[in-house]
């Protein structure tokens, strides 16, 4: 048995329940218990990356119910990359977080790993309903972390993110059923058999059936048109939350690409190319709306927001395209706009606290109390999200323009890359300017009270950096990496075999 | 019997939708509520809507008439869940008409 595929989902829940169990005295024993949780997750999705790289399968059979009639966790290379990339951003942003914002509520540090534990689930797990559990585990931490504060701004983007996701639940619930209905199972593996068997009869059903559940998906994702809540939520949250939420709008796109390949892939019968027709023009049109948000923006940690839904809509493009080199151009795309983005809204909030009262709006006002440091890591930021070389951003998006070179929409996709590209780069060069250049040297009267970044504060932000840079180094290995899980996705027969057959 | 059931789902979802495109919290988490009341008996109807037949097996029931265990057991892990949901989303829109002083889903009165 293996046991240790379960490892990501125990460990941020253990160390959940004793949180609060253990750590009722002092905030240090909460912050260690938090601490080592996100070290285990960063290992154990390391090992994990490490064992599946040639395109290893494992599977575990929770309480050894067989599938199709118990719970699966499946383990192959795209959950080990979901739950190595949690590890990495959560460790971070833990550390982020340990300077002041887990002060503010008693269950700071519970919420985190319970999203953590959440997140790790529905990368791993193999079954339809409980993919629907893990989504709600890790949707009710993330309410509660955008609105621990109590700040009525958050309250109010909280109480319209509820709302929305409740929508979204009761809709994922709707395909669920139709789905059961029609097919008889909820495990993934065995439902993408049966779905091919299915007789003409069952096609209006089955293909409604996956188009509301793309719906669902599509929300958590964030794709036009339901992306409209995701500026507004994420500039909303204190700033580790919002590095941290990064990384939940990229287990939508696990899961888009997880159940189109899987379920309605090729080989799906009536149901083939369900999603195929849909998904490369809404990503296409998102990455241009996102874009245009960011020039709009007037304030540092909306555009943040905007260049998510911007990013999001661009790795979704790639996959798109349902080849075994667009699905690996845009997982390649995937942990690098993660990390980026998580720094730079780590960024945002050290740049808004140390202008004073303007904090991030994009106005003339005093230069920030750190300019050389902070203006440093702004300027390889937006390098790296606008997609300029060095860095990994402009490899991936090179990648997706040589991708979609076979393909017969390449006459729209590299106008769009490049043009959007253009327009990262207007709206960087017009906030940095804004921040960095124009903004005047401080009054002296005005130099008490001024705050300024602890070394400790710099840390986790210099830590994402750095993930960057390994990143773009290590591309090679990557890359090949991103092309195993392509190529299996597309070819699904492994993963059913290892699900199905591991009864035998 | 799936006339009822059918009609029941339909009545329900469409107050629950209509509901949720208000403008106060309380008529949204009602509808909500009423959603999610349409979608956890489309859940169960789901298993084959068969009246009076036991979803487990044991002695003494012939194999030929039981319903379908697995929507019951998925619509009751929805119920909860659907449950602590509405809990929560009540307790947040509590809080929220406090800080900001009004029902409305934007946190302000929407000026005329």
């Keep these: ?504 | 019997m799936e006339a009822l059931i059918a009609s029941a789902i339909a009545v329900l979802g469409s107050c629950g939708i209509y509901l949720v495109l208000r403008e106060r919290t309380f008529t949204v988490i009602l509808g909500l509520a009423l959603l999610a009341i349409s979608v956890n008996l489309f859940l169960l109807s789901m298993g084959r809507v068969a009246p009076g037949h036991a979803p487990v097996i044991e002695e003494g029931i012939e194999l030929v008439s039981y319903v379908d265990p697995l929507p019951q057991a998925v619509v009751l892990t929805a119920i909860v869940i659907g449950f602590a949901m509405m809990a929560f989303v009540v307790v947040l829109s509590i809080s929220a008409h406090f800080v900001t002083g009004t029902d409305h889903l934007d946190g302000e009165e929407q000026s005329p």
């Design chain 1, 1 to 504: 048995m293996n046991h240790w595929i379960a490892l990501p989902i125990l460990i941020p829940l253990i160390s959940a329940v004793l949180i609060p169990l253990v750590g009722r005295p002092t905030i240090l024993i909460r912050r260690a218990l938090g601490l080592v949780a996100c070290l285990g997750t960063v290992a154990v999705g390391a090992w994990m990356v490490l064992r599946t790289r040639l395109g290893e399968i494992y599977t575990y059979s929770l309480g050894d119910w067989q599938a199709p009639f118990g719970v699966v966790l499946v383990l192959d290379g795209l959950s080990a990359l979901l739950v190595a990339l949690t590890g990495v951003v959560s460790l971070f942003c833990l550390l982020y977080a340990m300077n002041r914002h887990d002060q503010k509520g008693k269950f700071f540090h519970f919420f985190i790993q319970m999203q953590i534990a959440g997140i790790c689930g529905a990368v791993l797990t193999g079954d339809l309903f409980s993919l629907f559990v893990f989504f709600e585990i890790m949707l009710l931490s993330s309410y509660n972390l955008l609105v621990y504060t109590g700040a009525k701004k958050s309250l109010t983007a909280g109480i319209h993110y509820v709302i929305l996701n409740l929508t979204g639940s009761a809709l994922f619930l709707l395909a669920i059923g139709t789905l059961y209905g029609v097919t008889g199972t909820l495990n993934m593996a065995d439902m993408a058999l049966r779905v091919g068997e299915l007789g003409t009869e069952d096609t209006a059903l089955v293909r409604a059936g996956a188009l509301i559940l793309m719906v669902v998906f599509f929300l958590k994702a964030a794709i036009l048109p339901l992306y409209l809540w995701l500026p507004n939520v994420y500039s909303s949250a204190v700033a580790p939350v919002a590095a941290l939420f990064a990384i939940l709008t990229k287990v939508g796109v696990y899961a888009i690409l997880r159940v189109s390949t899987l379920i309605f892939g090729a080989e799906a019968g009536v149901a083939a190319g369900a999603v195929e027709p849909y998904l490369l023009p809404l990503a296409t049109f998102t990455l241009v709306l996102g874009m245009i948000g960011a020039l709009a923006s007037t304030h540092l940690r909306k555009m943040m927001g905007y260049l998510i839904v911007a990013s999001l809509g661009m790795m979704l493009m790639a996959m798109g395209l349902f080849t075994a080199e667009g699905i690996a151009a845009g997982l390649y795309y995937l942990p690098h706009s993660t990390i980026a983005m998580a720094m730079l809204f780590l960024l945002a909030d050290q740049i808004g606290r140390q202008r004073g009262p303007e904090d991030d709006r994009l106005v003339l006002a005093r230069l920030p109390t750190q300019k050389s440091v902070l203006g440093l890591i702004f300027f390889i930021g937006a390098i790296a999200v606008a997609g300029l070389p060095p860095f990994s951003g402009f490899l991936g998006k090179v990648w997706v323009l040589q991708a979609s070179l076979p393909s017969p929409h390449v006459v729209v996709i590299w106008p769009v890359v490049l043009l959007t590209s253009l327009m990262a780069l207007v709206a960087f060069s017009r906030a940095g300017t804004l921040i960095f250049w124009k903004a005047k040297e401080p009054a002296d009267e005005d130099e008490k009270g001024r705050k300024c970044a602890s070394a400790f504060e710099l840390l986790p932000i210099i830590g994402l950096l750095t993930c960057i840079v390994l990143y773009t180094v290590y591309s090679g290995p990557i890359a090949e990496f991103c092309t195993v899980i392509a190529e299996h996705l597309l070819a699904p027969h492994g993963y059913i075999e290892a699900v199905m057959g591991a009864q035998k």
